[in-house]
Nanobody, 112 residues
Framework: DVQLQASGGGLVQPGGSLRLSCAASGFMFGDYDMTWVRQAPGKGPESVSVISHDGTPYYADSVRGRYTISRDNAKSTLSLQMNNLKPEDTAVYFC??????WGKGTQVTVSS
């Protein structure tokens, strides 16, 4: 079975940091481009960052300069370092392959 389990979410004050992790299994992780997608209440999903199978990162304008995506193909893990968090970053964050597999999300809440 394909599994993508995100973890590391929580409650953080504005300006704070969190690091999300995603453990993948059940497919050839190193063959896939990966993405972090978030969904805020009442809004559609937004892909905030993508990393190609060989490690090239891409960022949405809303997070560029604050978020850093990384991957470890040997360990089948995906990470997202989030700095200088803002209230508008509040959402459920999911890790996913581009266009195929989705995992369970982790809640990120940025509030004072």
């Amino acid at each position: 079975d394909v599994q993508l389990q995100a973890s590391g979410g929580g409650l953080v004050q504005p300006g704070g940091s969190l690091r999300l992790s995603c453990a993948a299994s059940g497919f050839m992780f190193g063959d896939y481009d990966m993405t972090w997608v978030r969904q805020a209440p009442g809004k559609g999903p937004e892909s905030v960052s993508v990393i190609s199978h060989d490690g090239t990162p891409y960022y949405a304008d809303s997070v560029r300069g604050r978020y850093t995506i990384s991957r470890d193909n040997a360990k089948s893990t995906l990470s997202l370092q989030m700095n200088n968090l803002k209230p508008e970053d509040t959402a459920v964050y999911f890790c996913a392959t581009v266009a195929k597999y989705w995992g369970k999300g982790t809640q990120v809440t940025v509030s004072s």
